[in-house]
């Protein structure tokens, strides 16, 4: 059950991030056409760089879990392993990842009520588009995050890339 809901929201954020990557570079493109390779009566949009902007919010807060899952994040296992013993290297790893995940946890609580709390507030070249849309990348990638790092936590095998 936890696999297949796990391979779905896996799908679901990768499919995000090419969408939302694909329209930062669409967008962009477009931009830089608008503002230097056209006649002085097209102009770009007043509202594509704060759209850009925060579309990569977004992107980085998705594809950090995506580092966690292929286990490319900075670690610190080289001082580990000169230091310590195996045993003593993998209790810090599960230490470190305790952390991590209560960290990310409180930031996940603090991005829901910043969330919450902005849906009022609207973009300034869109005002009909509430701020809160793009705050919501926090508790969502968050809690993507701290779903990787649950994996991690819990794999049979660690140093590997995926659960066993």
């Known amino acids: 059950m936890f ?3 796990y391979n779905l929201l896996d799908k679901i954020r990768t499919c995000a991030i090419i969408v939302l990557l694909g329209s930062i570079i669409c967008l962009s493109l477009l931009q830089i056409i608008l503002r230097y390779f056209t006649s002085a009566d097209l102009k770009p ?4 760089d704060e759209i850009v902007r925060l579309t ?3 992107v980085a807060f998705l594809a950090a879990s995506v580092g966690v899952k292929s286990n490319s994040h900075l670690s610190v296992e080289f ?3 000169k230091f310590l013993k195996p045993a003593q290297v993998m209790v810090a790893q599960k230490a470190a990842t ?3 995940i209560l ?3 409180a930031v996940t609580r603090e991005g829901i009520f910043y969330t919450m709390n902005s849906t009022k507030t609207m973009l300034q070249n869109l005002p009909d588009l509430s701020i809160a849309w793009f705050y919501a990348s926090i508790p969502v990638g ?6 990787e790092y649950l994996r991690v936590l819990f ?3 660690p140093g590997k890339g995926d659960l066993q």
């Open 3 to 5: 696999a297949k809901l």
């Open 45 to 48: 949009f007043a509202w594509g």
């Open 103 to 105: 960290a990310l946890a």
């Open 155 to 157: 794999r049979k095998n």
């Open 142 to 147: 968050c809690a993507l995050l701290i779903m």
């Open 79 to 81: 001082f580990l392993n």
């Open 56 to 58: 990569a919010i977004w």
């Open 98 to 100: 305790v952390v991590v």
